[in-house]
T-cell receptor, first 111, second 113 residues
Framework: GESVGLHLPTLSVQEGDNSIINCAYSNSASDYFIWYKQESGKGPQFIIDIRSNMDKRQGQRVTVLLNKTVKHLSLQIAATQPGDSAVYFCAESNNNNDMRFGAGTRLTVKP | DTGVSQDPRHKITKRGQNVTFRCDPISEHNRLYWYRQTLGQGPEFLTYFQNEAQLEKSRLLSDRFSAERPKGSFSTLEIQRTEQGDSAMYLC???????????FGQGTRLTVV
């Protein structure tokens, strides 16, 4: 069936470097995508979203890129900090319905 | 604190017992979602409400699970005759229908022994 998934389960980066977390989706009807950050023992925290009529959106230190041709979503974190260490999930939604999540990528920032 | 609130944060119960969790969404949010998350996995959709109407239920939501949102504000999720496989984090989220940006609570961690 159709699903949201991630290319890599873990990512380790040096503090100060940029991080790129990838996500593949297969539901071409999805029109809204969200990145969440989840720290241990906490609920997911909204980071940034993007609608399917856009291919790039920037926030504070974060950028989301959407490539609808290959059904690929990425989250770029600039100047990664130790506080960015967490599990990152992408989620998709279509027709204003519920969100479906991928399995997540664990980001570890080395000092 | 005006975020999504869940109660209790932790629940340990014996197999076969019933448990009920509560979620208080952000006050003006008319959409409320329930998710289940097991260790190392992403949240799995269970059900969602728009105001008091339950609009969608996942196949994961067996007959032992029931959710309500009687007045369109807080919601409860009840699990009857709990099984060890029900052990998970149960997450609640809320959003405005027009924005679709969902905010999560801290979750209720259920352990069935």
């Amino acid at each position: 069936g159709e699903s949201v998934g991630l290319h890599l389960p873990t990512l380790s980066v040096q503090e100060g470097d940029n991080s790129i977390i990838n996500c593949a989706y297969s539901n071409s009807a999805s029109d809204y995508f969200i990145w969440y950050k989840q720290e241990s023992g906490k609920g997911p925290q909204f980071i940034i979203d993007i609608r399917s009529n856009m291919d790039k959106r920037q926030g504070q230190r974060v950028t989301v890129l959407l490539n609808k041709t290959v059904k690929h979503l990425s989250l770029q974190i600039a100047a990664t900090q130790p506080g960015d260490s967490a599990v990152y999930f992408c989620a998709e939604s279509n027709n204003n319905n519920d969100m479906r999540f991928g399995a997540g990528t664990r980001l570890t920032v080395k000092p | 604190d005006t975020g999504v609130s869940q109660d209790p944060r932790h629940k340990i119960t014996k197999r076969g017992q019933n448990v009920t969790f509560r979620c208080d969404p952000i006050s003006e949010h008319n959409r409320l979602y329930w998710y289940r998350q097991t260790l190392g996995q992403g949240p799995e959709f269970l059900t969602y409400f728009q105001n008091e109407a339950q609009l969608e239920k996942s196949r994961l939501l067996s007959d032992r699970f029931s959710a309500e949102r009687p007045k369109g504000s807080f919601s409860t999720l009840e699990i009857q005759r709990t099984e060890q496989g029900d052990s998970a984090m149960y997450l609640c989220a809320s959003s405005l229908e027009r924005s679709r940006e969902a905010f999560f609570g801290q979750g209720t961690r259920l352990t069935v022994v």
